[in-house]
């Protein structure tokens, strides 16, 4: 009976929150950094599974208020991070409900936290090390190349040997195997070690050897490349090349594990014979009413709906930014400007005017030059010979800003208020010279608006 209270409120708290669990999928599930993430719920019922048949997982017999108030506290930021779509907020808010609404029909122990915890590696929050770990990876590959003997020149994240050109990309951070030691090492130690030093040395052995791994990856790919003349069928798909690396690494890492193992929590048996109960009346509606108020699958329902006049594409306008996710979008064109507004209803949680793969700038156009011109960001750019200006600004509630970080604390703000309905003003006004002196000019005494 445990066991199907821990299920039905993975279920309650996943049909509450769809819109969250879109975002996951999109972000996480469908991303190969995050392939694991198909095996973490199952892992994690797994190990109630467990607390289940030690005896550590029980029904509390009344209503606990420090349990209740952070449970509170989880939903309210949980409503708050998803009405001002801030993605971080949103999916650690949701991973708070889930634990604080297990504390709130369960008995806390020390036990209990961890295998509801362990769903923090399904969340693409480990995107934040990234640029961190392909920083360190370029100065140890260039330490390394330092012993081969290889002409090596190092620009950016660009490594320049006598073959070619390699890039040390994102991909090439190494925060696959780092996820992968982390959630592999803290399970091993979950259920196999109790001394706390044992477990931190496991711990930082997993991670250290998950980095190595990795440089030692792109060093040999550099090597293969350098001594095929880059002809290599590794210089095309090299990712698989890693695993034969980290794996036996990790078989090392276990075989060693289990000499130092001390506890055995998979023949753990409950020393008496817990009666299969249900959960405090008092507590369920709680937690069930608590849940259904942060609920953003139901205060996605109320979303606006586009007006009939409004174009829900911009497919057939020729110039235009890269937006995704928007509801609609207004267009108004003139011999010498193209004026488009993106409408964003917050149905969907990607679908804001801050999403991260956004750009003010057509396909084809390059930046030249970027500032802020009163509450409009002012950008010029240009395409071989040809030269225009953008304007662009966030809107909500009523108010413009030219800064996006200005834009999303206001929307932090009127999420209090349930505002989360967002616009991307953007102009488009090509230039008669390439400096767009002319165009400037006009801007600056306001004859265009």
């Not at 392939?35 to 797994?46: E, G, R």
């Not at 048949?53 to 506290?73: E, H, I, T, W, Y």
């Not at 925060?175 to 030691?181: E, F, G, K, P, S």
């Amino acid at each position: 009976m445990q066991l199907i209270g821990v299920f039905l409120i993975l279920l309650a708290v996943s049909l509450f929150n769809v819109p969250v669990l879109t975002t996951l999928w999109r972000h996480s599930f469908d991303d190969g950094t995050y392939s694991h993430a198909y095996l973490i719920p199952f892992i994690t019922l797994y190990l109630f599974y467990l607390l289940q048949n030690a005896g550590k997982l029980v029904f509390r017999d009344r209503l606990s208020l420090p349990a209740s108030l952070l449970f509170v506290l989880a939903c309210l930021a949980l409503f708050i991070t998803s009405t001002a779509q801030i993605s971080l907020g949103y999916w650690c808010a949701l991973l708070a409900v889930l634990i604080s609404s297990i504390n709130m029909l369960y008995r806390f122990n020390k036990y209990i936290v961890f295998p509801s915890l362990f769903l923090i590696f399904i969340l693409p929050v480990w995107g934040l090390l990234t640029i961190s770990l392909q920083n360190i990876s370029v100065k140890a590959v260039t330490y390394l190349m330092s012993f081969t003997g290889i002409p090596t020149y190092v620009e950016g994240n660009f490594v320049t040997i006598p073959a070619g050109v390699f890039e040390i990309a994102g991909g090439c951070s190494g925060l696959r195997y780092l996820i992968v030691a982390l959630a592999i090492s803290s399970l091993f130690n979950f259920l196999y070690i109790k001394n706390i030093r044992k477990a931190l040395l496991f711990f930082t052995i997993a991670i250290v050897g998950a980095l190595i791994t990795n440089w030692l990856r792109i060093t040999a790919l550099i090597l293969i490349g350098e001594y095929t003349n880059m002809e290599s069928s590794l210089m095309e798909d090299h990712n698989t090349f890693g695993w034969y690396l980290f794996i036996p690494f990790m078989v090392l890492l276990f075989w060693w594990g289990n000499k130092i193992a001390d506890f055995d929590l998979t023949r753990v048996q409950a020393k008496q014979t817990y009666v299969a109960s249900s959960p405090q009346a008092m507590t369920l509606t709680l937690v069930i009413c608590v849940l259904a108020l942060s609920s953003t699958s139901v205060t996605r329902l109320f979303a606006p709906t586009p007006a009939e006049n409004m174009l829900t594409s911009d497919i057939n306008i020729a110039i235009k930014p890269q937006i995704h996710f928007y509801s609609f979008v207004q267009a108004e064109n003139t011999a010498s400007t193209t004026k488009l507004v993106y409408s964003f209803n917050g149905e969907d949680l990607d679908g804001k005017p801050s999403y991260y793969d956004n750009s003010l700038i057509p396909n084809d156009w390059q930046l030249v030059s970027q500032s802020e011109h009163d509450k409009d960001q002012l950008i010029h750019i240009s395409n071989g010979a040809k030269s225009a200006l953008i304007l662009a600004s966030y809107a909500i509630n009523g108010q413009h800003y030219a800064s996006l970080r200005a834009f999303k604390i206001t929307r932090l703000k009127l999420a209090l208020k349930n505002i989360s309905q967002s616009q991307l003003h953007w102009q488009f006004i090509p230039c008669t010279r390439y400096n767009c002196q002319g165009e400037l000019q006009k801007l600056q005494a306001n004859i265009i608006n």
